[in-house]
């Protein structure tokens, strides 16, 4: 009974937690390092993890996608550093742009093939 019940609770936290990061909004480029005209990379790594650089600096954090939206969180850069950010991508001809919950929008990011 125990053993069952354990079971049971853990496939209950598996779903309060969502899908994974790579059968979500981010499918089409997770583990793909996207690109934008300024020089800045983000890559959303198959581990929930956010690589790259912006402005210069080096980026890491973490996200968590849905079926429509990404959430990220920041460890760097500094000005980055405390909040979250979410965002629905919008992909276009080879390209996302995040649509922000506040209607502000990122660049755009070209998605390698």
């Not at 125990?2 to 609770?9: M, P």
């Not at 742009?97 to 093939?113: K, M, V």
């Amino acid at each position: 009974m125990k053993k069952e019940a354990l079971i049971l609770l853990a496939g209950l936290a598996v779903t309060a937690c969502g899908t994974t990061p790579d059968t979500t909004a981010a499918t089409q480029f997770v583990g793909k390092e996207l690109t934008a005209a300024s020089g800045d990379k983000v890559m959303f790594n198959r581990d929930g993890t956010i690589s790259g650089v912006l402005r210069g600096e080096p980026v890491a954090g973490t996200y968590n996608a849905t079926g429509t939206e990404i959430c990220s969180q920041y460890s760097s850069p500094a000005d980055l550093v405390g909040q979250d950010f979410c965002s629905v991508p919008l992909v276009d001809e080879g390209k996302v742009t995040f649509i922000r919950r506040d209607g502000s929008q990122s660049q755009a990011y070209a998605i390698p093939s």
